[in-house]
């Protein structure tokens, strides 16, 4: 089964707990849980992680290259500080769809500016946890899409 690698960053281990007003009641495992399941039902299976430290994300991504068919990425508050993260996506070949829980546009200024979305094919903003749900599907859709063309 090609895999998928959902990646998350600092603070979204806390999910569920932090800001439930921002950002919903459901927990990572539980964002977990129906991510892998949509996955297993459109035949895909699913590496799903979290991390507050940096270097861990960009040696998922590095991972990714080698057996990963796409990368959905929440990078939290990396999105707005790493381009190392940045780096490592640029060298990964698949698709890579960046998602936020809330709607950052309508936060703080400096949270308008992404560096992943430099190199994501699609971006989800503002639709809470099932955001997962349609970045996965939205990564799918293009490697599909990829296939077709093959």
């Not at 990646?7 to 999910?15: A, I, K, R, V």
């Not at 829980?101 to 979305?117: A, D, G, L, P, T």
Request: aromatic share 8%.
């Amino acid at each position: 089964m090609p895999v998928i690698y959902v990646l998350n960053g600092p603070n979204l281990n806390l999910l569920g707990k932090r800001q439930p007003h921002i950002y919903g009641g459901k927990t990572l495992a539980d964002v977990e849980t129906e991510v892998r399941g949509l996955a297993s039902e459109l035949g895909f299976d699913i590496r799903f992680h979290q991390s507050n430290r940096e270097y861990e994300i960009i040696d998922w991504i590095h991972e990714a290259r080698e057996d990963g068919a796409a990368v959905v990425i929440n990078p939290a508050a990396f999105t707005h500080t790493s381009v190392a993260i940045l780096d490592a996506l640029n060298a990964f070949e698949g698709p890579v769809i960046e998602i936020h829980i809330s709607n950052v546009h309508q936060r703080e200024s400096f949270r308008h500016h992404s560096f992943v979305s430099l190199r994501a094919d699609g971006i989800i903003v503002g639709m809470g946890t099932d955001g997962y749900l349609l970045a996965l599907r939205g990564a799918i859709s293009r490697l599909n899409a990829q296939r077709s063309k093959k």
